[in-house]
């Protein structure tokens, strides 16, 4: 995928951190998805839609927006204007009780949130799994601790972002608690090379929050942090 094709969706006002779409376009170097027009994807944490609306564009499967912090009907208002709107389907449930069809999807992707609401082991099997089909992936993109800083969280991260530090964990944690089940083939995990490229486009903005971490970015965000790439590949049916 080409970011360029993107710059005009990207602002101060759809951008909630780090570009979510160069995180996007990293997982998708790595591990590009092979999908149908009728294959379904769930974009968990959407945001305001801008990591949907590339999927729509780039995949041309049927991508089920959803986010607790912003409404199906503002996203749906957005997609319709983007010209996505039939591609789209809007969504505002909470990650841990959403109603999807068992085996509804083909693939998750979820960029800069699933470290919200997947921290502890056993999410993944019981909050997500069923709703996947077989053969189906995950890609996820989060923010985390560098590796050589494992379990340092809040010693190192609690000026920065006070409570919200232990969300942060290395991409060998992050391993562990995705963990596995007799419908996972593979789980792996990485540092990603994007982190330079996107949190230099969201400390260009004049979004409040970030001018809030771009007083903390070269003391604290730059040494300790990363993004933690996760590919989840799953079995295909007997």
Known sequence: MNIEDYKTYISAETMMGPNSIR??????????LRLLPDDTILDLGCGTGLTSLVLAKETGARVFANDL????????????????GEKITPVCED??????KNKQFRALISVDSYHYFAGSKGFFQEKILPFMNDNGVALIGIPGLKEEYAGC????????????????????????????SDRIEL??????????????DWLATNNEF?????????????PYTCFVGIYIKLKSSC
């Not at 912090?69 to 996505?84: D, I, L, M, P, T």
């Not at 990650?95 to 999807?100: R, W």
């Open 23 to 32: 995180i996007l376009a990293e997982l998708f170097d790595k591990y590009p």
């Open 69 to 84: 912090w912003v409404s199906a009907e503002e996203n749906g208002k957005r997609f319709s204007k983007w010209g996505v």
């Open 95 to 100: 990650a841990n009780n959403l109603h999807f």
């Open 153 to 180: 969280a809040k010693e190192l991260l609690s000026d920065w972002i006070g409570e919200e530090s232990h969300m942060f964990k290395s991409p060998e944690c992050w391993k562990e608690i995705i963990g596995g």
């Open 187 to 200: 789980v792996k995990t990485w540092e990603m090379s994007c982190f330079s490229e996107a949190w230099d």
């Open 210 to 222: 970030a001018l809030g971490d771009k007083r903390y970015f070269e003391a604290i965000i730059k």
